[in-house]
Nanobody, 119 residues
Framework: VQFVESGGGLVQPGGSLRLSCAASGFTFSRYGMSWYRQAPGEERELVAAITSAGDNTYYADSVKGRVTISRDNAKNTAYLQMHSLKPEDTAVYYC?????????????WGQGTQVTASS
């Protein structure tokens, strides 16, 4: 199982970014997908998740209304579109497959992609 995250960067507060997660090693279209983030000194937290068919989503209260999770099963890729970024969104963002109750499915993680919202 492998996850490769990309698309992070340095943006000013209020800016936008689109993160991508290329997954391999499992049947992508059969599983939900989720995005997590980890800020320095903090625990990794679930940010957003989406079902295998893309017909149901979950968003943490801290990002609701500012991010959209989506997926392309033909490309084995999940996305996280982020708008109106705040300094508190600064973190390393990771993806993983999602099981029942949006629980993380695999123990392995990718390298993550750094998002920094700062002026």
């Amino acid at each position: 199982v492998q996850f490769v995250e990309s698309g992070g960067g340095l943006v000013q507060p209020g800016g936008s970014l689109r993160l991508s997660c290329a997954a391999s090693g499992f049947t992508f279209s059969r599983y939900g997908m989720s995005w997590y983030r980890q800020a320095p000194g903090e625990e990794r937290e679930l940010v957003a998740a989406i079902t295998s068919a893309g017909d149901n989503t979950y968003y943490a209260d801290s990002v609701k209304g500012r991010v959209t999770i989506s997926r392309d099963n033909a490309k084995n890729t999940a996305y996280l579109q982020m708008h109106s970024l705040k300094p508190e969104d600064t973190a390393v963002y990771y993806c993983n497959a999602a099981g029942a109750g949006w629980d993380r499915l695999y123990n392995s993680w990718g390298q993550g992609t750094q998002v920094t919202a700062s002026s």
